[in-house]
């Protein structure tokens, strides 16, 4: 029995018999769905409207899955979950995904009870993420308060770092680009990459020099992550 309230879903699949079995499946459970068959259209129905959860193909025409999840990201004024389908089942693929921003990833065929419990699993964690407080291992972000604490001991964070770590709390465990931090930092008037590793060198001096283990990690040639453990930060290394 569903725990959480229908969802608002946006279907971004160009295979009709696809998205006629996940719209027949879905409205019976009671989300409601509204469609799109091309990338770009798909982008524009995710930029204007409010949904719960976008279920995107890899494979469209007019712009494909991962370069509509990348400008959702980049553009979007919100973090809205995004679970991706595929026909593709290779690590690199998956790997390219979640680099720009996807939250979970499906491979064809899919039992559509599977989806659906997905789909409920990303929601509810995304309102965890909702919620004024941010909780990602030791490290505690009150977006309300605008304070951010890590074992219990007040972080001095600039306004500007702050908001670097507001970003990248909300997308966790995923990679925030370059691009990206680039984008929702600055908008269209990117500032000079000098100032950007200034912040991020402040940023990390302020969460975890004092402390045992590195929570904010550079993944080389791509952007930047938060991790929770010890463990996971010797994975990320």
Same mark, same amino acid.
Request: glycine content about 6%; overall charge negative; some cysteine.
């Given at each position: 029995?569903?725990?959480?309230?229908?969802?608002?879903?946006?279907?971004?699949?160009?295979?009709?018999?696809?998205?006629?079995?996940?719209?027949?499946?879905?409205?019976?459970?009671?989300?409601?769905?509204?469609?799109?068959?091309?990338?770009?259209?798909?982008?524009?129905?995710? @930029?204007?409207?409010?949904?719960? #959860?976008? *279920?995107?193909? %890899?494979? !469209?025409?007019?712009?494909?899955? /991962?370069?509509?999840?990348?400008?959702?990201?980049?553009?979007?004024?919100?973090?809205?979950?995004?679970?991706?389908?595929?026909?593709?089942?290779?690590?690199?693929?998956?790997?390219?995904?979640?680099?720009?921003?996807?939250?979970?990833?499906?491979?064809?065929?899919?039992?559509?009870?599977?989806?659906?419990?997905?789909?409920?699993?990303?929601?509810?964690?995304?309102? @965890?993420?909702?919620?004024?407080? #941010?909780? *990602?291992?030791? %490290?505690? !972000?009150?977006?309300?308060?605008? /304070?951010?604490?890590?074992?219990?001991?007040?972080?001095?964070?600039?306004?500007?770092?702050?908001?670097?770590?507001?970003?990248?709390?909300?997308?966790?465990?995923?990679?925030?680009?370059?691009?990206?931090?680039?984008?929702?930092?600055?908008?269209?008037?990117?500032?000079?990459?000098?100032?950007?590793?200034?912040?991020?060198?402040?940023?990390?001096?302020?969460?975890?020099?004092?402390?045992?283990?590195?929570?904010?990690?550079?993944?080389?040639?791509?952007?930047?992550?938060?991790?929770?453990?010890?463990?996971?930060?010797?994975?990320?290394?």
């Amino acid at each position: 029995m569903n725990t959480l309230p229908p969802l608002q879903i946006l279907l971004i699949e160009d295979e009709q018999n696809i998205a006629k079995n996940i719209a027949e499946f879905f409205e019976q459970k009671g989300h409601v769905l509204d469609f799109a068959v091309r990338g770009n259209q798909g982008l524009e129905l995710a @930029l204007q409207n409010y949904y719960d #959860l976008i *279920i995107l193909d %890899l494979h !469209l025409p007019g712009m494909d899955g /991962t370069e509509v999840c990348q400008n959702i990201r980049e553009r979007a004024d919100r973090h809205i979950p995004i679970l991706m389908l595929t026909a593709r089942d290779s690590l690199e693929d998956k790997v390219e995904g979640f680099t720009v921003g996807t939250d979970d990833y499906l491979s064809k065929p899919f039992s559509l009870q599977e989806l659906e419990v997905r789909c409920l699993a990303l929601s509810r964690r995304h309102l @965890l993420h909702t919620n004024d407080k #941010l909780v *990602i291992g030791p %490290l505690v !972000l009150d977006r309300k308060r605008r /304070t951010a604490m890590r074992e219990n001991s007040t972080l001095e964070l600039s306004s500007m770092g702050f908001k670097i770590l507001t970003i990248l709390a909300e997308a966790y465990p995923q990679v925030v680009s370059r691009s990206q931090l680039n984008f929702k930092l600055w908008g269209d008037e990117p500032t000079e990459s000098d100032a950007m590793r200034s912040h991020i060198y402040q940023l990390r001096n302020a969460i975890d020099k004092p402390f045992p283990f590195p929570m904010l990690k550079t993944v080389f040639g791509v952007g930047f992550v938060l991790v929770s453990d010890n463990a996971e930060s010797a994975n990320n290394d």
